[in-house]
T-cell receptor, first 115, second 111 residues
Framework: DAGITQSPRHKVTETGTPVTLRCHQTENHRYMYWYRQDPGHGLRLIHYSYGVKDTDKGEVSDGYSVSRSKTEDFLLTLESATSSQTSVYFC??????????????FGPGTRLLVL | SQQGEEDPQALSIQEGENATMNCSYK?????LQWYRQNSGRGLVHLILIRSNEREKHSGRLRVTLDTSKKSSSLLITASRAADTASYFC???????????FGKGTRLSVIA
């Protein structure tokens, strides 16, 4: 699992509330990613980070923000949760050096239900 | 939008048979990767094939890549019930761009 943990693992929240999901890694990888997985859509990239304080948007970034103040932590915030953000959220890290892909390791996922 | 598209969406076979899944993509790639996901779990990396490679093997897995057709196939030989999972292809346009995943193929191996 490449030392990736996600917290919380399950969360139920109400529409309009802010929610923060945390991804923590123990192996000092530069690249970190947040995906959401929904039936019929597969995995879609929300945001990613290529270093401390360096982040970029993915395919479905609207309504989400991220922060990375330390190498080991990558936070995903739903600024004002909506029912359409009910999903399973996966964090991932990438091994390999810059410019050379090796593999991607995924965390166990966070199941989020927005009522 | 998703780059890769797996075919078929679902596949059901008997234990011992071979399973073949296909992936088509739209733009040039640096590499293509296959991942497996067991129900309720995160994705697990299976194999990576670079754009200058045509075939790779890993145990019972064989992956081919045809860049002229923008397609790849994953073959699982002598399948087992434990191979039941969803399988995803993912592509990277360059060495620094994120992976883009397809929607996956659900494989059921019946004992």
């Amino acid at each position: 699992d490449a030392g990736i943990t996600q917290s919380p693992r399950h969360k139920v929240t109400e529409t309009g509330t802010p929610v923060t999901l945390r991804c923590h890694q123990t192996e000092n990888h530069r690249y970190m990613y947040w995906y959401r997985q929904d039936p019929g859509h597969g995995l879609r990239l929300i945001h990613y980070s290529y270093g401390v304080k360096d982040t970029d948007k993915g395919e479905v970034s609207d309504g989400y923000s991220v922060s990375r103040s330390k190498t080991e932590d990558f936070l995903l915030t739903l600024e004002s949760a909506t029912s359409s953000q009910t999903s399973v959220y996966f964090c991932a890290i990438r091994s390999g050096t810059s410019g050379s892909w090796e593999t991607q390791y995924f965390g166990p996922g966070t199941r989020l239900l927005v009522l | 939008s998703q780059q890769g598209e797996e075919d078929p969406q679902a596949l059901s076979i008997q234990e011992g048979e071979n399973a073949t899944m296909n992936c088509s993509y739209k733009t040039s790639i640096n590499n293509l990767q296959w991942y497996r996901q067991n129900s309720g779990r995160g994705l697990v990396h299976l194999i990576l094939i670079r754009s200058n490679e045509r075939e790779k093997h890993s145990g019972r897995l064989r992956v081919t890549l045809d860049t002229s057709k923008k397609s790849s196939s994953l073959l699982i030989t002598a399948s087992r019930a434990a191979d039941t999972a969803s399988y995803f292809c993912a592509t990277a346009h360059s060495g620094n761009t994120p992976l883009v995943f397809g929607k996956g193929t659900r494989l059921s191996v019946i004992a």
